[in-house]
């Protein structure tokens, strides 16, 4: 294999997670508790700023850098879900906000004061069909009143601030479905004071999720993030940058995967050999590694585009679609190789499935990847 790029930031990463093993984890997910000594630890180190700029206390590092971070995270069999938005939601307030807003937040989160860890988009009502969504910010003088609800919005009760779309003119009253729609920042102590209602979300892997109900939340217009009316647009320019980052992440599993099941199978004696000396067992390991490694290029060359400031819609949602299938077949044949004890809670390979498998769904599901391709790549109708 090649060498990486980031060996120095993978070394740290590495050894960061050491201290965090799979006892840690698996205590956690019995109790569905938040990594808060993990979460730390990462951000003491400087990981979770590594892409806000230097200007602002950071290490200005590009987006390959991020990738390498949350790939060792995944491949240490820890769990970067608990954080990873930081890097993600950043953007949208490093590329569109204002130099009052930059300066009040960046370099307050560079320095681990402040959590930007929320990013409420979804709604029960609307899904997938984030233009549908209803909840409302009517302006009043210098303040905004926001009512609705949102789900899925994760690590709410672990973040000091929050990135909210939602709409200031009403879907019937704008030309386009894609205008009338506005991103804040929202502080979510003030929230929790003036109507925010968080309830938690219990979901088959430890993520820390919730649903949220604003009921007239006053939110001060100066932390409207950019022009009224835009910021669908202000969030489409970050999601490309997640799906990258979240691929790494895959890549991160599936390494961890494939190492867990070659050791096993190197290890395992059944009918006085090891099964690993089997093709049966061989085979679909070496066919998850190859899967693997392909998806990991698509991952480089999408991180390449995104750099290069080009559109990079198209090879982000490949790398997302490719390494999260890459993640869930290795998964799935690590535990075939270990047999039973695939399923044993100690072996943490039934815990990394479970975090795995949610990124057939989120941050946005295989089938709408299929029709973006279908119909951005191949100029097929749009079907929806
Ligand atoms: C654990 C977890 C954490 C999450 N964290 C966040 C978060 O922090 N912030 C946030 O805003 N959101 C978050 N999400 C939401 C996530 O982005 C959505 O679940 C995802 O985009 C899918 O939306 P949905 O669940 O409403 O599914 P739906 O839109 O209801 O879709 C259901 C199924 O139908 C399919 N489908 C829908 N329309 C079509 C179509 N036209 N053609 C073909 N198939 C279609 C979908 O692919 C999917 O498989 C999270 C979700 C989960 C489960």
């Known amino acids: 294999m090649l060498e990486p790029d980031y060996a120095d930031i993978r070394d740290a990463v590495r050894a960061l997670c050491a201290d965090f093993p799979g006892a840690y984890w698996r205590d956690l997910d019995a109790r569905m508790e938040y990594p808060t000594a993990f979460v730390d630890a990462l951000t003491k180190s400087g990981f979770l700023a590594a892409l806000i700029p230097e200007e602002f206390g950071g290490s200005g590092l590009p987006l390959s850098a991020g990738c390498a971070i949350l790939e060792e995270v995944q491949r240490a069999g820890c769990n970067g879900s608990a954080c990873h938005a930081q890097m993600y939601t950043m953007g949208t307030l490093l590329r569109h906000g204002s130099d009052e807003q930059k300066a009040r937040y960046l370099p307050r989160i560079a ?16 899904g997938t069909d984030t233009l549908s969504l209803r909840t409302f910010a009517r302006r009043e003088g ?20 929050m990135i909210l779309l939602a709409r200031t003119t009403p879907k019937e009253d704008v030309a386009r479905k894609s205008d009338g729609l506005s991103v804040f920042i929202v502080d979510m102590a003030d929230a929790l004071k003036n109507g925010m ?28 993030i950019g022009e009224e009316g835009k910021g669908f647009r202000y969030i489409l320019s970050g999601m490309n940058a997640e799906r990258i980052l979240i691929a790494a992440e895959c890549i991160g599993d599936a390494k961890w995967f494939i190492e867990r099941a070659s050791d096993y199978a190197k290890e395992r004696q059944v009918f006085g050999r090891a099964i690993g000396a089997n093709q049966g067992v061989q085979f679909p390991i070496a066919k998850a590694y190859a899967a693997m490694r392909a998806a990991e290029l698509m991952v480089h060359e999408a991180a390449r585009a995104y750099e290069a400031g080009a559109n990079a819609g198209e090879e982000a949602n490949m790398a997302k679609m490719l390494a999260a299938d890459a993640s869930w077949e290795a998964g799935n044949v690590c535990v075939q190789t270990h047999g039973g004890f695939g399923f044993a809670a100690e072996y943490d390979i039934e815990r990394k499935l479970r975090e795995t498998r949610l990124y057939q769904v989120a941050p946005i599901s295989t089938n709408l990847i299929l029709s973006y391709l279908a119909e951005h790549a191949l100029g097929l109708p749009r079907s929806y």
Do not use: C
Not at 111 to 126: D, I
Not at 147 to 160: F, L, N, Y
Not at 202 to 215: C, P, V
């Open 197 to 224: 209602t968080i309830r938690p979300i219990r979901t088959m892997m430890n993520h820390a999720t919730t649903e949220i109900w604003y009921d007239n939340v006053p939110v001060p217009a100066a932390n409207l």
């Open 111 to 126: 320095r681990g004061e402040l959590r930007l860890q929320a990013f409420g988009v979804t709604e029960p009502g609307s």
């Open 142 to 161: 210098d303040t905004y009143f926001i009512s609705g609800q949102k789900v899925w919005t994760s690590r709410a009760e672990h973040s000091d601030l």
